[in-house]
């Protein structure tokens, strides 16, 4: 009989740290330190050490949550969950291929992730509390540089600076009059006696409710469409509402209950198709918009803070931007749609109106803007100020949050591995 890992010795997996109930597994180290080195950030110390020390951080200050009382609404993982969900839908195809993908269900999925970003949002809630008055002169930038071995500075990759104006396509009045037949015609079932869950399952394109039956669970005023809020609380337990429009497409909703400013429902979403004339109606407008940017009658920048639909690069000016908030980009990070259309462009140029999809799967159309290309290089302060700020910021919150575990660490329980000593996490500055 074929020996199994375990019998032979090796040991695939094990809890390196325990923080009160939470844990640090081998694994999370790993993955962690691998995609430390694959993002090619700076680091002036000993890399896993102090990626191990964040992770037991990590944990403290989610224990420290539950001891201070700081909480995260449910209602805010779950709209975190939706656009997660609806992201992985977008890139993998359907929820069908994410079950087959991940070996398990989609409410398993669903829970799963859910415990994690629970976890994520406090412990950015935790860490934002405790850096908010953190500040990085440019002097200390300098400093931070200095103190880097010629041979440990990282080497760039090709780099890219590139912006985007987008636009949703409007959706025709004869189209939403369409869509809204339709769920009038699915209330109708409703009413005959059909389930209001079975339907939402069949026709509701929410993939964060449909799936469940259409149930949102509890919310409190102000925190879902202010008009499917005003119709859910205008309702009587049961009642089961007309076709109501939001800026996410056209509901039907069912009033579960209600209990004081909160309250439970479900509901139908149907999100209505732009026509072929909608979108080259978008494409006249952005076709325009391209004319007076290369006129100079508004610069690339303002014309998309003031008319692009997509809030990510909007505030940006409409630049794509790293991990740290540059706007210069690697190719190698770079969306392979946008890649490729870049291959064929002339730095300054701006495409034409291009169809694409967003990441939550919306039909929209855009422009792009070539703005630069950088060559490969090692990290200086003149072409990665901004790389090196971002740095040396999160080298000082670092430090901040490192003192307050220091402070910490006493209010709850905490137990290393043995093979983890040699980092001495645990050992208090004198």
């Known amino acids: 009989m074929a020996q199994t890992e375990a019998s ?74 939706d656009r997660r969900m609806q992201y992985f839908v977008s890139q993998i195809g359907s929820e069908e291929a994410i079950e087959e993908y991940y070996g398990k269900t989609i409410d398993e999925f ?24 953190t500040e990085v002169s440019p002097a200390e930038v300098r400093r931070f540089f200095r103190k880097i071995p010629s041979d440990s500075l990282p080497y760039f ?31 109708d079932r409703i009413l005959a006696g059909e389930d209001f869950g079975v339907l939402a399952k069949e026709y509701s394109m929410d ?25 859910a609380l205008s309702m009587k337990p049961g009642d089961i509402s007309y076709p109501v429009e939001t800026d996410f497409g056209i509901h039907i909703i069912q009033l579960i209950e209600r209990r004081g400013n909160s309250f439970n429902s479900k509901h139908i979403l149907i999100i209505p198709n732009s026509s072929q004339q909608d979108v080259e109606d978008t494409k006249v407008y952005l076709d325009s918009l391209k004319g007076a940017i290369e006129n100079d009658s508004i610069t690339f920048a303002r014309a998309a803070k003031e008319y692009s639909d997509d809030q990510r690069t909007s505030s940006n000016g409409g630049f794509f931007s790293d991990a740290t908030g540059a706007s210069r980009i690697s190719v190698e990070e770079l969306d392979p749609v946008v890649f490729f259309t870049i291959d064929t462009m002339q730095v300054g140029s701006i495409t034409p109106p291009m169809e694409f999809r967003m990441d939550d799967g919306t039909e929209a159309v855009r422009i792009v803007f070539y703005q630069d290309r950088i060559a490969p290089h090692q990290a200086n302060l003149r072409d990665d100020y901004q790389k090196i700020y971002a740095a040396t910021k999160a080298e000082k919150r670092n430090g901040i949050l490192s003192e307050w575990f220091n402070k910490a660490q006493g209010d709850v329980y905490i137990n290393i591995d043995s093979e983890y000593d040699y980092c001495n996490i645990l050992q208090k500055p004198n």
């Open 207 to 231: 993939p964060g409710s449909g799936p469940s039956g259409g149930i949102l669970g509890f919310f409190k005023r102000g925190e879902l469409a202010p008009e499917f809020e005003a119709t």
């Open 8 to 81: 032979k010795g090796v040991v695939i997996d094990k809890i390196i740290a325990k923080v009160d109930d939470y844990i640090v597994l081998k694994s999370e180290l790993e993955q962690a330190y691998i995609d430390f080195l694959a993002r090619g950030e700076i680091n002036t110390g000993d890399a896993k050490c102090n990626i191990f020390e964040s992770l037991i951080i990590n944990k403290l200050l989610v224990a420290k949550a539950e001891i201070d009382s700081i909480v995260v609404a449910d209602s805010e993982v779950y709209d975190n969950l």
């Open 157 to 187: 990759s090709t780099e890219v600076s590139i912006a985007q104006i987008v636009k949703i396509p409007e959706v025709s009045k004869s189209k939403k009059d369409e869509v809204k037949a339709q769920l009038n015609g699915i209330r």
């Open 110 to 133: 669903r829970q799963e992730l859910f415990d994690d970003i629970k976890e994520q949002l406090i412990v950015q809630r935790m860490q934002g509390e405790i850096t908010k008055d």
